[in-house]
């Protein structure tokens, strides 16, 4: 190895303390790993994915990373996070026991495992911290490569920020000089997800550095079956940058390496920082171990001789070999310190262990003095004490356990009434009040900016308003949006140059620039990914998807990462992407807006928008825009043509969130529905009203959220009679929407007949003017599934069509 200090202006004293500081953290993040496999093992943890192996190329990484910088990592990080000052021996052990105290376990209040990362972007109110006076990453998620997409986001804001004027940057950006850094195992570079986002950075020419820890193995699997040539920068060396063509800068370094290492980042860092070049460092010959996790044993799929290999080439010990042969240390001063660093170790568990218990003991304490009063009243005394010695003898009670006791002794003393009785069923709801919001909030926001809490603006109109193309609505709020919101971009498959494939966006890249206006590859996740990133840094970026069908190509990413974004960092960061698309009632197999149930159960956490018009659509955008929450916004495909009136408000309306609108009063039976299908149900409402059927129809409008004032129930009581129409397939949206209004709303008690649904087929739509019509709900199915149920009320009146 080179002598680091060479590089360095400090003195050999200095050189030695820092390297010793670093060494230090090495093995304390290593003895993490080994304590805390033993908890898992012996049963006081759940589960454990650990960093070792990876200590050294981590410290030289964490060297270059600076305030204002983000990483987007995955579960093998953790000396990083030490090295970086964000990660403590407590919260480490913390996270392991799944403590519930955010201050106590700061990576995710105990609702990831442990090995997943976060800093905390948000202050108590939902505001933005300064997140260039920080070290920042954003929130790990575990899918494998599913890390890259946002990383290509976190690393083009600063390219946004650095170009683009009248943004306000104070809390985000210093000339857009922060480097995106991501991580990735070696194994896990044979995802499209990797690939997609490796090469539209190449494209976007961002400060994005990718790490690659090369261990050889993914799991149990070596990398003769995931790499091609077993190298995956060998493979990559044609994304080469040269005097020719832009690209990558490809680095190649052994993970052992301390020197070597420091160089490497340094070199990255100033190519990255400077240059705005994406930058690929290939740490190779790195080692695991503990294998890949607490769930086997690495030694079941390593032959002796790779063992053997890892043993001698393990990081920290080549690191320390290193330090004796330089005179940075003796023998018996590193044991010394190893020593000192496993009692700090132990003592950081044992604090995380008692710090993980004082919330249960308090539960525990007080549950017990409960039903000891109520042995001691009831007829079932032997059951009741039954339970009491179990929860003493249980040394490592967990709430859900004591929960659970007290339930079951509710159980046996469902027959009695006394005031005992009652003080442990008002101590069971309190229970609940305290604990449940450690697993179930910040689901959805509960800042001030928070989508429901944005209040709808009507369009205005005047006199002179005229009919339009309903894309020019949309192209001139698009067109007041950017003028007033510097932090607003849009990109997308065709969003630039022809401004999008329905001229929503007509003339706005030449009017806002091919920053602020994109053309982006046909690469749906990174597409969503860009958005996540950007979001992160307080961009208010729209990220198109050409056609809701599309959507399927990054709905991964879209539930795994941006849905849970809020709730997976317990309200420490938030990811405000707009995601733009179009579907509803085209005629063939895609675009035609089958899949809305499945993105409904997969995507919660988002609001889910479906306008049945352009005004509508726009207003979405005007409200979602002051709002701190994602949202998908799926505008109508058969819509941008017809004619709207022009608002006089433009960029100022705002459709509600979470609001059903009635857009047609009726006594007879209520209908709802969302989207183009609305159109289909007003032609069949007109010819219903000619045989004395009056239907009330509903506009849903937001799916998720669905219907925060409970109208539809008002309608139902009215009406007494229920019908949701719904171009998904059987059991798709509608039946969300029948869950939402018979179970939430409790809508069951003013039927007088069975609520129904109408929905498409199950089959894809086929294509044509025909194959819509024999798919989906037409007019002719609506008058009669509306007649069939007005019949079996009073057949007499109407009488059986066939």
Not at 87 to 103: K, R
Not at 282 to 292: C, D, K, M, R, S
Request: with cysteine.
């Amino acid at each position: 190895m080179q002598d680091v200090a060479q590089n360095k202006d400090i003195s050999f004293e200095d050189f030695k303390k820092e390297v010793l500081e670093d060494y230090k953290i090495a093995v304390t993040s290593r003895e993490c790993s080994l304590l805390g496999r033993r908890e898992v093992l012996t049963g006081k943890a759940k589960f454990g994915i650990f960093g070792d192996g990876k200590e050294v190329p981590q410290l030289a990484w964490a060297k270059s990373f600076k305030n204002g910088d983000f990483r987007s990592g995955y579960y093998r990080d953790q000396t990083f996070m030490m090295a970086i000052g964000q990660l403590t021996i407590e919260q480490f052990f913390s996270g392991l026991y799944a403590n519930t105290n955010i201050e106590d376990e700061p990576m995710s209040g105990g609702r990831q495992m442990g090995g997943h990362f976060m800093t905390h972007s948000l202050n108590e109110d939902g505001s933005w911290k300064n997140l260039t006076e920080q070290k920042n990453s954003s929130a790990d998620i575990s899918p494998t490569a599913g890390q890259m997409p946002r990383l290509l986001g976190l690393a083009q804001a600063s390219k946004i920020y650095r170009n683009v004027e009248g943004i306000d940057t104070e809390n985000f950006s210093k000339n857009g000089d922060e480097i995106a850094w991501g991580t990735i195992g070696n194994a896990s570079t044979s995802e499209g997800l990797f690939w997609e986002t490796f090469n539209a950075a190449g494209v976007l020419q961002v400060p994005m550095v990718i790490n690659v820890w090369d261990d050889e193995y993914g799991i149990s699997v070596h990398a003769k079956h995931q790499t091609t040539k077993e190298n995956i920068s060998e493979i990559l060396s044609g994304f080469q940058r040269n005097n020719k063509d832009k690209g990558y800068e490809i680095i190649k370094v052994k993970g052992w390496d301390y020197a070597a290492l420091i160089d490497a980042y340094q070199r990255a860092e100033k190519i990255a920082r400077e240059e705005h070049v994406p930058v690929l460092i290939h740490v190779i010959e790195l080692t695991q171990p503990q294998g890949h996790s607490t769930s086997g044993s690495h030694e079941r799929y390593k032959s002796k001789e790779r063992l053997e290999w890892e043993t001698e080439h393990d990081c920290n010990l080549k690191m320390r070999e290193w330090m004796i042969s330089k005179g940075i240390a003796t023998d018996e001063e590193l044991s010394d310190l190893e020593k000192s660093i496993k009692k700090e170790v132990r003592d950081g568990k044992k604090a995380a262990v008692k710090a993980f218990g004082t919330q249960a003991k308090t539960f525990k304490k007080e549950a017990l003095e409960l039903l000891e009063d109520l042995e001691n009243t009831s007829d079932e005394s032997e059951k009741i004490q039954s339970l009491i010695n179990g929860l003493k003898e249980d040394t490592n009670t967990i709430k859900s356990r004591i929960f659970a006791d007290c339930r079951k002794a509710l159980r046996y003393v469902r027959h009695e009434q006394n005031e005992v009785k009652s003080n442990l069923i008002n101590w069971l709801e309190d229970f609940s009040q305290k604990v449940q919001p450690d697993y179930s909030q910040h689901l959805w926001s509960d800042y001030e900016g928070s989508a429901k809490n944005i209040a709808e603006v009507l369009p205005a109109y005047d006199d002179n308003s005229e009919e339009v193309d309903a894309r020019i609505i949309m192209r001139d709020n698009f067109d007041a949006i950017f003028k007033n919101k510097p932090e607003t971009l849009i990109f997308g498959e065709d969003a630039g140059e022809i401004g999008d494939v329905n001229q929503g966006l007509e003339g706005l890249q030449e009017k806002y620039g091919e920053l602020r206006v994109s053309d982006a590859g046909i690469r749906e996740a990174t597409i969503l990914g860009q958005g996540i990133g950007m979001s992160l840094r307080g961009l208010r970026p729209i990220a198109e998807i050409q056609y809701l069908d599309y959507l399927l190509y990054a709905l991964q990413i879209m539930s795994d990462d941006l849905a849970t974004t809020l709730y997976r960092t317990k309200g420490k960061q938030k990811s405000p992407l707009i995601v733009r698309t179009r579907g509803h009632r085209l005629e063939g197999i895609w675009h035609s807006g089958s899949p809305m149930g499945g993105i409904l159960h997969l995507v919660r956490g988002i609001n889910v928008l479906v306008p049945r018009n352009m005004t509508k659509a726009a207003g979405f955008y005007n409200t979602m825009l002051e709002s701190d929450e994602p949202s998908l916004i799926v505008e109508c495909l058969n819509g941008y043509r017809l004619k709207e009136k022009l608002p006089s408000n433009l960029g100022e309306f705002r459709t509600p969130v979470g609001q059903v609108e009635t857009i047609r009063d009726g006594q007879d039976i209520t209908v709802v529905s969302y989207g183009s299908t609305l159109r289909i149900i007003e032609q069949a409402a007109e010819e219903l009203a000619e045989i004395g059927i009056d239907i009330e129809l509903i506009d849903v409008q937001s799916l998720s959220p669905f219907d925060l004032n409970h109208d539809i129930v008002k309608s139902v009581e009215k009406t007494n009679r229920l019908l949701v129409i719904d171009e998904d397939v059987p059991g798709g949206a509608s039946a969300f929407i029948l869950q939402k209004i018979i179970d939430e709303q409790n809508a069951y008690q003013y039927l007088d007949s069975k609520p129904q649904t109408l929905t498409a087929k199950e089959h894809r739509p086929a294509y044509g003017t025909d194959g819509d019509y024999f798919s989906k709900p037409s007019a002719e199915d609506v008058f009669e599934k509306v007649y069939a149920i007005m019949h079996e009320f009073n057949p007499q009146e109407f009488p059986a069509i066939r």
